[in-house]
């Protein structure tokens, strides 16, 4: 991640977590700010340390499945929070409190564009857990209630522009025309990204991101 000092934000969350042995950490921030590439960064950072062990979880695999959200007219919102299984995440958020035993959950395959159930383990002995998704810390009801589940938060805020740029190019690389790719970012990424940067709560790290 261009311009992102891995080492010093470990380092001030290692601060955080003192000696804690399991640790929640929230990276939020809009679609395409780069959750995914931060959270892969701290991760493989942290498991390089000695005697240390992370995981990353990402909110993806909690979305409802396409059948789901087309009985219900959403699909054309998919990635919106109503389309996502927020039960069903805070429930997962709740266990990870209780490292006594392994811990299964979804992982959404983009090729399939579809959950796939139990594919990601968290065990007794991850230490870390870096949990990626735009809505962690919504202040919206009824989101507002996972901030409390957290240990630590880091949020990556992006500019408007940069995001618009990133998210035509996403669907630009799925194989739509740029006419497509501008109306679907358009017409719910952006409002989605606009929900996150300007309805989530303070963070206790924040990132900027200034460029492309």
């Known amino acids: ?89 805070a429930h997962l958020l709740q266990r990870l409190g209780r490292p006594d035993q392994p811990i299964y959950y979804p992982i959404f395959d983009r ?8 594919k990601g383990v968290v065990h007794s002995d991850h230490q870390v857990i870096l949990v990626e998704g735009n809505y962690l810390l919504l202040e919206e009801q009824p989101w507002s209630r996972l901030k409390t589940l957290f240990d630590h938060s880091i949020f990556i805020d992006t500019p408007m522009d940069v995001l618009k740029t990133r998210l035509i190019q996403r669907w630009l690389d799925h194989g739509y025309t740029l006419e497509d790719a501008e109306a679907r970012a358009v017409s719910n990424d952006i409002p989605n990204a606009r929900r996150v940067c300007y309805g989530s709560a303070r963070a206790d790290q924040l990132m900027r991101v200034l460029a492309i």
Not at 42 to 67: E, K, Q, Y
Not at 111 to 118: E, P, V
């Open 111 to 118: 090729a399939l564009d579809k959950a796939i159930a139990g």
């Open 1 to 89: 991640m261009v311009g992102i000092d891995i080492e010093h934000i470990a380092a001030m969350l290692l601060q955080a977590r003192g000696d804690q042995h399991r640790f929640l950490v929230a990276i939020a921030g809009p679609p395409a700010a780069g959750k995914s590439t931060l959270a892969e960064a701290l991760n493989n950072h942290l498991n390089g340390l000695t005697g240390l062990r992370s995981v990353v979880i990402p909110m993806d695999g909690f979305h409802l499945d396409n059948d789901l959200l087309d009985s219900l007219e959403l699909r054309h919102r998919k990635g919106a929070p109503e389309t996502f299984d927020l039960d069903g995440f």
